[in-house]
């Protein structure tokens, strides 16, 4: 072999496609398709992989990987026209609450891996990168699941016999999530770098031979097992071979129709309807080395009839996973004589989504919290032909958020993301040496409207407004020996501002809050006697809150952290009524120096799989 021919192949092995999907475990592995030999079987392998994402942090991504390399190759021969990579991975459940709180109703894109393939001209190893698309996929509203992703070479050749092997290194995802009108969310130009955490990495082991020059023997009893009008499908009994069957080529008299790689022994192939066929099967070795032909079978083709046979229906669905507006469900699979193409669910009769048929989970939403619905399923194949519906499944939802979640007045433009949280926690009064609760959850608390974007993949902007007023009870010892207790009130005054920026190191948020609320105080009694305060004791300006956060005190947005700071309690007028106490309440209560700690609980959504309930302050 000529050095410029050895360069051109070696080239074409940088072609060598590999791809590690999308976010995450595998369920399954996607087969290559037929019954294979030991030799053609495809290889497979598990790995998890530690992903940075920003918004959730870090996850770990579960992968299996299949491809069709075959054991063995021949030198300077091509080892395979299309090597195939495969991937179905499992997005976790915690990933899925983050690509839904950006209103994430898709998800495909890309993934960018590294492969090293060792074979004798690369005793150290050859670095290989190469990209692959995600296939799209509909996000669920809760619970894991799976995404595929492949990814395919044009050519292998190899210039020296030996050993050799592909070994999966790391990978990038870049993935496109997208809303229910088809726009991109704020995830726009994503790329989540993962590193490889455990699992067997060698995806495929091979020998790679000298030239083989012995064909195989001819492959026997080639017979019909089906037929349309558009189609044949033939089964054969397979050939021997010295080191192995590489694939058969399927004629139609002297015409090719179909060449295999691997050791399947059954194929579909095309057809014209009332047509006459004399079909014939040559064995080829890895060396391309062909048998003769088997003994022809001979096939007429009806008229391209429609097909009629609906598949069988599905088992009885079980709930997977709930929310306060969505049920999930799997099922035990239907089966056809063609394939089942989708899957549709009801939920009290009504449709309640249309889901693949590849993957027996779907879901409803839309629902009403804590409600039961009867759900069924139907499957339909690719001639439209529909199931009987499978047996009931009766499941609850959940408590969900609270009414008016979902909305927001007013939001700045881009604050297109909704949500509400609940917030609880202390303020010291540095003059009376004792604390009030904010946000009692003990008694009726209310929660913030949010409205929110991400920036740059990196940075989390929000926008809040309480629906209501704060209201809290706390009794204090005045001068040292009297025992005041009063009920102080907080009304915001503007909207509140919620600014955080994902730190990579620390692998948490360097966060900012601010609000300004304007501070009431009624009810107070002093050793038991009222107070007589008027209904406008009230600070002369809004109290302005600034509270921080660190990575190690917010590590997620979704489900929340800590925030503290200082706070200046204003001066203080209208309080008394008939009698001016505002000197009281300015020399008692007002001043700088107050600590506040603040408990920002998880993000609630319509959508979100807990009831959302009020959080306790954290001492």
Request: net charge neutral.
């Amino acid at each position: 072999m000529s050095g410029s021919t050895r360069t051109s192949k070696r080239r074409a092995v940088l072609t060598l496609g590999v791809t590690a999907g999308m976010l995450c475990s595998s369920l399954a592995l996607v087969g290559i398709g037929g019954t294979p030999s030991a030799d053609a079987a495809p290889s497979a392998v598990s790995l998890i992989y530690r992903c940075k994402f920003p918004f959730i942090g870090e996850q770990d991504v579960q992968v299996k990987v299949s491809t069709n390399m075959p054991k063995k190759a021949i030198v300077d021969e091509l080892a395979i026209p299309a090597l195939e990579f495969k991937t179905v991975s499992l997005v976790n459940s915690k990933t899925t609450q983050g690509l839904r709180a950006l209103d994430g109703m898709t998800i495909e894109g890309a993934a960018k891996a590294e492969a090293v393939l060792r074979a004798p001209e690369f005793p150290n190893g050859l670095r290989v990168v190469t990209g692959a698309r995600i296939e799209k996929r509909r996000v669920p509203p809760g619970g894991a699941f799976s995404v595929k992703a492949d990814g395919s070479a044009t050519r292998l050749v190899f210039s020296k016999a030996g050993a050799g092997r592909i070994e999966i290194k790391d990978l990038t995802l870049r993935p496109v999530l997208k809303r229910l009108d088809g726009s991109v969310t704020d995830l726009d130009g994503l790329e989540v770098p993962c590193t490889y955490k455990s699992g067997n990495k060698v995806l495929a082991e091979f020998d790679i031979l000298e030239k083989d020059e012995e064909p195989p023997t001819a492959p026997t009893a080639p017979r019909v097992v089906a037929q349309t009008g558009r189609s044949i499908t033939l089964d054969w009994n397979a050939a021997d071979d010295n080191i192995g069957v590489g694939g058969y080529v399927i004629y139609n008299g002297e015409q090719k129709l179909l060449e295999t790689y691997g050791g399947e022994t059954t194929a579909t192939l095309p057809a014209t309807p009332n047509t006459a066929y004399s079909l014939t099967v040559q064995a080829r070795d890895y060396g391309h080395n062909l048998s003769g032909p088997s003994a022809p079978v001979t096939v007429n083709t009806g008229p391209d009839v429609p097909e009629r046979v609906p598949p069988s229906a599905p088992g009885k669905p079980e709930m997977t996973h709930a929310g306060g507006s969505w049920i999930r469900i799997k099922w035990p699979e239907s089966t056809d004589n063609v394939g089942v193409a989708w899957y549709d669910v009801y939920a009290n009769g009504k449709l309640a989504g249309t889901f693949p048929g590849d993957d027996p989970d779907g879901w409803a939403e839309g629902l009403q919290p804590l409600t039961n619905y009867t759900l069924t399923v139907k499957a339909k194949d690719a001639a439209g032909n529909e199931s009987l519906a499978s047996p009931p499944v009766i499941a609850r939802t959940e408590g969900g958020a609270p009414e008016g979640c979902e909305t927001y007045p007013n939001p700045p433009a881009g604050f297109n993301s909704r949500g509400c949280v609940y917030m609880a926690g202390f303020t010291n009064v540095k003059k009376l040496n004792g604390a009030a609760v904010i946000n009692d959850p003990s008694s009726n608390p209310i929660y913030a409207k949010v409205a929110y974007r991400v920036v740059e993949n990196q940075y989390i902007k929000a926008r809040f407004r309480f629906n209501g007023k704060l209201v809290s009870r706390a009794t204090f010892l005045t001068f040292g020996f009297m025992a005041t207790s009063a009920t102080m009130e907080l009304t915001q005054v503007g909207e509140g501002t919620m600014d955080g920026r994902w730190v990579e190191k620390e692998q948490g948020y360097d966060l900012t809050a601010k609000a300004k609320v304007m501070v009431r105080i009624y009810g107070a009694t002093a050793n038991g006697s009222p107070l007589n305060l008027g209904p406008n004791c009230v600070s002369g300006t809004p109290m302005t809150l600034e509270l921080k956060a660190k990575p190690a005190d917010f590590k997620d947005i979704l489900e929340g952290g800590v925030l503290t700071g200082d706070g200046m309690i204003p001066h203080f007028k209208g309080c008394g009524g008939n009698e001016d106490m505002d000197a009281l309440f300015i020399g008692a209560i007002s001043g700088a120096g107050n600590f506040m700690k603040i408990r920002q609980g998880p993000l609630c959504r319509p959508d979100s799989s807990k009831e959302c309930r009020p959080v306790a302050p954290q001492r």
